[in-house]
């Protein structure tokens, strides 16, 4: 089945302890990026990548940090939590960015820091 | 940049109605979809519709993207289709998507 894996669905951390959300998809798609959505704000983009090691910031992406050394995977890091990231968060990933490519969203990670 | 608004912001409706939600934008696009965020927040895939009309089930789209709008018709509706609606669109030269402010719909038993 096609689909956009983000782990773990929930977590609620301490201020300040480093952690990863991962994001993976299995169909080969080469455009992927996160979003945090929050009330009143709707959804903003944080990172995006075009293809391996092809990174780029989208509208909020101060506290966050993303790699994308294989095709599949694009991990989402906080190296160092506070209570304004939490918030719900969504991994995407279409085949390429332009036009005629649909978008999957993953199930989303709901984090919660204290 | 690119303004995506939904009407109406707001939905309530008795099980069995029909409904019609909107979506206008204000500049051309390259993509637009329609998403369903379920009570527990996961972003369901609806429809993946630029142009033209598309029909699944009781759920049928249609962009005019000459006239810069959407339309998404929910038939016969359930309890199961409440959540909130949204419908994204993918802005010429640009790598993001821009989501409307969505519209709730509650559906009564």
């Known amino acids: 089945e096609a689909q956009v894996t983000q782990n773990p669905r929930y977590l609620i951390t301490v201020t300040g302890k480093k952690l990863t959300v991962t994001c993976s998809q299995n169909?080969?798609?080469?455009?992927m990026s996160w979003y945090r959505q929050d009330p009143g704000l709707g959804l903003r983009q944080i990172y995006y990548s075009m293809n391996v090691e092809v990174t780029d910031k989208g509208d909020v992406p101060e506290g966050y940090k993303v790699s994308r050394k294989e095709k599949r995977n694009f991990p989402l890091i906080l190296e160092s939590p506070s209570p304004n990231q939490t918030s719900l968060y969504f991994c995407?990933?279409?085949?390429?960015?332009?036009?005629?490519?649909?978008?999957?969203f993953g199930q989303g990670t709901r984090l919660t820091v204290v | 940049g690119i303004q995506v608004e939904q009407s109406p912001p707001d939905l309530i409706l008795q099980e069995g109605a029909n409904s019609t939600l909107r979506c206008n934008f204000s500049d051309s696009v390259n993509n637009l979809q329609w998403f369903h965020q379920n009570p527990w927040g996961q972003l369901i895939n609806l429809f993946y519709i630029p142009s033209g009309t598309k029909q699944n089930g009781r759920l049928s789209a249609t962009t005019v993207a000459t006239e810069r709008y959407s339309l998404l018709y929910i038939s016969s509706s359930q309890t199961t289709d409440s959540g909130v609606y949204f419908c994204?669109?993918?802005?010429?030269?640009?790598?993001?998507?821009?989501f409307g402010t969505g519209t709730r719909l509650k559906v009564l038993a």
């Open positions: 995407a990933s279409s085949l390429s960015q332009g036009g005629n490519t649909e978008a999957f």
């Open positions: 169909m080969n798609h080469e455009y």
């Open positions: 994204a669109v993918l802005s010429s030269g640009t790598y993001k998507y821009i």
